[in-house]
C-alpha cells in the first residue's frame, strides 16, 4: 500500500484509530488503521473518496453482529460505521411500508413500527443489536422465514454508494438499473463486498393479536420431523418451527449439560386471533402425541416471544464464547440425512455438540463445543460435514470460530458456476477492489 498523509477531519467524520482503539474493531485480529462515521451518503461518497486516495480498503460496519462470518481480512484499512446513518425516513403504514436510514437496528425500527400496530418479520441471529443494513447485506434470516420470507423479498427499495462512488436507487418506488442488474437483489447478501447500504424500504405486516408456542419432547429425530411435516400438512397458521437438541435447548434455557444421548424438542409458534389459539394449541398436541410426542408445553405471549428471542441471541452466551459455528443448508426434504451425519461426531469424547434447526427450511446451526481445542482437528471435521452437504445438494458455511481455528478452515467452501458472474459484478461495481477484500466467496 502507498503510505499517503491522513485526510483532515474537517474534509469528512474519519480519523486514525488508537491502538487502544484499533482492537475495539478488530476483525479476525485483524485491526484496521482509520474510523469513518459518515451521516449521510454525500459523507460516505467522501469517505470512499478518500479510500482512494490512501490506496486503503474499507469494511462497512454497523453493530457488528454479523462480522464473524466470513474469511480472515486480506487488509483492513477503513471501518465505516452506520451508527449515525440511523433517522426514520417514512413511514407509510397505510401502505405497509417503512424507510429508514441503514445504521438504525432492528430492534429500533420495531418499536417505531409497534405504534402502529406493524412490524417487520424478520429475525436474524442476533436480532436484538443487528442493523438494517447489516442484515440486508448479510441476507439474514430467522425461524419467521418460513412464513414471510427472506430480505430479498421483505426488502422492496434501496439506496446505496457503490464503490467507485455511484450513487444508486432501486427498488419499487424509484428503479435505476446500473449494467442491466437489479442492484438491489445484487447488494442484498453480497457482506459488504460492492459499497455502502445508505437506505432501506421494507415492507411490513400487522402484527398478531397474540401468539403461543408449544413445546413438545421427542426422541426420536425421524419423529420429531415427522411431527414438523404433519403440523405444516395441517394447515395451522404456524410462523416459525425450530428443533433443538439437548445441547441447543440447554443453551437457551440456562440448563445446558454434557450428555452422549439426545432427545429432541419441537417448538412451534403459531399466531392469530387469540380467541382461535387454544383450539390449534389442541390440535398440535394431538399431532405431536400421535407421532412419538413424549410430552407438550404451552408457551403463552410474553414467555412464547421470550423463548424466540432466546434461539435468535443463542451466540450470546457465554459457553459459546470458543466455539466453532457451522451453518449448513440444504434442500428441506434432506434435512434428517443430514442432522444424521452428525451421529458420529457425538460420540467423541473431545467435543460436544448443540444444534438448532429449521426443519421447514432445511437450516441448521451446529455449535461445537470443546474444553481443550489442541489435538482437535476441526479442518477435517467440517470438510467431512461440507462434503456430506454437497451430497446432498446443499453446502456449509462457517459462521464464526476462534481465530487460529478459522485459520485453518475454508469458510465458505467450493465456488459454483455461478462465480464467474459474481466475480464480473464485483469488478463492475468494485474495479479497484477496495470493499471488504478477501472475505466473501472465493476471495471476492
Not at 455502502?196 to 415492507?203: D, N, V
Not at 403461543?212 to 425421524?222: H, R
Not at 429432541?264 to 387454544?278: F, H, K, M, N, Q
Request: glycine residues 8%; charged residues 20%.
Amino acid at each position: 500500500m502507498v503510505d499517503t498523509p491522513v485526510p483532515q477531519p474537517s474534509q469528512v467524520i474519519f480519523r486514525t484509530l488508537s491502538r487502544e482503539e484499533q482492537g475495539q474493531y478488530s476483525i479476525d485480529g485483524v485491526n484496521p488503521a482509520y474510523l469513518a462515521e459518515p451521516k449521510d451518503k454525500d459523507e460516505i461518497e467522501e469517505v470512499l473518496a478518500h479510500a482512494k486516495n490512501l490506496s486503503t480498503t474499507v469494511i462497512p460496519r454497523g453493530n457488528g453482529t454479523k462480522l464473524d462470518i466470513g474469511a480472515i481480512p486480506e487488509a483492513l484499512g477503513i471501518v465505516l460505521v452506520t451508527k449515525n446513518l440511523n433517522r426514520l425516513i417514512e413511514h407509510q403504514h397505510e401502505n405497509l411500508t417503512f424507510t429508514a436510514e441503514s445504521g438504525m437496528t432492528l430492534t429500533a425500527a420495531q418499536e417505531i413500527l409497534s405504534r402502529k400496530g406493524q412490524f417487520i418479520p424478520l429475525d436474524p441471529h442476533q436480532s436484538l443489536k443487528a442493523t438494517l443494513g447489516g442484515i440486508a447485506a448479510t441476507n439474514s434470516t430467522g425461524p419467521m422465514m418460513m412464513r414471510y420470507g427472506s430480505p430479498r423479498d421483505l426488502i422492496i427499495e434501496m439506496k446505496a454508494v457503490t464503490a467507485s462512488g455511484t450513487y444508486i436507487r432501486s427498488g419499487a418506488k424509484v428503479v435505476k438499473n446500473v449494467a442491466g442488474y437489479d442492484v438491489k437483489k445484487l447488494f442484498i447478501g453480497s457482506f459488504g463486498t460492492l459499497g455502502i447500504i445508505s437506505e432501506l424500504t421494507f415492507r411490513t405486516y400487522p402484527m398478531p393479536e397474540s401468539e403461543s408456542t408449544l413445546l413438545t419432547q421427542i426422541d426420536s429425530l425421524d419423529n420429531a420431523l415427522g411431527v414438523s411435516r404433519a403440523v405444516r400438512d395441517a394447515g395451522l397458521p404456524i410462523s416459525s418451527i425450530a428443533l433443538l437438541d439437548d445441547g441447543a435447548f440447554g443453551l437457551i434455557t440456562d440448563s445446558y449439560a454434557a450428555s452422549n444421548t439426545t432427545s429432541w424438542t419441537l417448538a412451534i409458534r403459531i399466531d392469530g386471533y387469540s380467541s382461535v389459539l387454544e383450539k390449534w394449541s389442541s390440535r398440535i398436541s394431538e399431532i405431536s402425541a400421535s407421532n412419538g410426542s413424549r410430552h407438550t408445553d404451552k408457551l403463552d405471549e410474553d414467555a412464547s416471544k421470550r423463548f424466540w428471542n432466546s434461539i435468535t441471541e443463542i451466540e450470546g452466551v457465554p459457553l459459546l464464547d470458543k466455539s466453532v459455528h457451522l451453518k449448513i443448508s440444504v434442500p428441506q426434504s434432506k434435512t434428517l440425512q443430514i442432522i444424521g451425519k452428525l451421529s458420529t461426531l457425538r460420540s467423541r469424547r473431545d467435543i460436544e455438540l448443540a444444534v438448532s434447526a429449521l426443519p421447514s427450511l432445511g437450516s441448521i446451526h451446529v455449535f461445537i463445543l470443546a474444553k481443550d481445542h489442541s489435538g482437535i482437528d476441526f479442518a477435517s471435521i467440517v470438510e467431512g460435514l461440507r462434503l456430506s452437504a454437497l451430497e446432498l445438494n446443499g453446502n456449509l458455511t462457517v459462521y464464526s470460530a476462534p481465530v487460529e481455528i478459522k485459520e485453518t478452515l475454508d469458510v465458505w467452501g467450493p465456488t459454483l458456476p455461478e462465480f464467474r458472474l459474481m466475480k464480473a459484478i464485483k469488478e463492475s461495481f468494485d474495479p479497484r477492489g477496495i470493499m471488504t477484500p478477501g472475505r466473501f466467496i472465493g476471495g471476492l
